[in-house]
């Protein structure tokens, strides 16, 4: 099994930033891909972003593109979003995800989720 843990959510005044991080252990991720999602009150959880554990590839949802930014450290087995020019209506749960496919990810089946991180956008 693999156990994902979130960390680096908090409050921010609207505009401002905040990395989020995603630690993975309990297996190699030589095969995996890696994303976020987010689930604002009251509404469906969303996928965010993707990144391939082999080459890299990322995919972000259309309303990130140009300041949310998926990246990885493979020695330590992290991935990390940044999120700039947050937006009151991004204030959610944060949830990282990983998956043996791509795809998996995408459309919101991966095999693992961690237990999420609470983000918080100031007006």
């Known amino acids: 099994q693999v156990q994902l843990v979130e960390s680096g959510g908090g409050l921010v005044q609207a505009g401002g930033s905040l990395r989020l991080s995603c630690a993975a252990s309990?297996?190699?991720?030589?095969?995996?891909?890696m994303g976020w999602f987010r689930q604002a009150p009251g509404k469906e959880r969303e996928f965010v972003a993707v990144?391939?554990?082999?080459?890299?590839?990322?995919y972000y949802t259309d309303s990130v593109k140009g300041r949310f930014t998926i990246s990885r450290d493979n020695a330590k087995n992290t991935v990390y979003l940044q999120m700039n020019s947050l937006k009151p209506e991004e204030t959610a749960v944060y949830y990282c995800?990983?998956?043996?496919?791509?795809?998996?990810?995408?459309?919101?089946?991966?095999?693992?989720w961690g237990q999420g991180t609470q983000v918080t956008v100031s007006s």
């Open positions: 995800a990983a998956a043996q496919k791509f795809y998996a990810v995408v459309r919101g089946t991966p095999d693992y």
């Open positions: 309990g297996r190699t991720f030589s095969s995996y891909a």
């Open positions: 990144i391939s554990w082999s080459d890299g590839s990322t």
